[in-house]
């Protein structure tokens, strides 16, 4: 677990970007009557904290795409392992999720979720 840390996990970005977007989406809307009753602006904490987790998978996928090498080896059919591909495209769609993530917290600091 600690080396898969170290090195990097490829596609850590592709899962974890839209995961935390996911959550935090259904989060914001399940927590609306919450917030109404109390007046507590929770939806920019929770955007805060999945926008962390989207930046971390992007992390991992960085890491990834840093230590991988350029040509990768190939297996025994002669095709090698996209590894920077994938690094690169959990870069991109962790990037993209948390844009996507910050975009929803700061609508929350506008709107309060009780407007009709």
Do not use: K
């Not at 596609?11 to 009753?37: D, E, H, K, M, R």
């Not at 090698?80 to 999720?97: E, S, V, Y």
């Amino acid at each position: 677990m600690m080396a898969a840390l170290r090195t990097g996990i490829p596609s850590a970005g592709i899962f974890l970007g839209p995961l935390a977007w996911l959550i935090n989406t259904q989060l914001n809307y399940a927590l609306v009557p919450w917030i109404c009753a109390h007046q507590v602006r929770l939806v920019p904490v929770v955007s805060v904290a999945a926008a962390l987790v989207s930046l971390v998978g992007g992390l991992l996928s960085w890491r990834a795409f840093r230590l991988s090498p350029i040509t990768p080896p190939s297996d025994s059919t002669g095709a090698g392992r996209p590894h920077r591909f994938t690094a690169l495209a959990g870069m991109a769609i962790a990037a993209l999720f948390t844009a996507v993530i910050v975009l929803q917290g700061v609508a929350g600091l506008m709107f309060h979720g009780c407007e009709r």
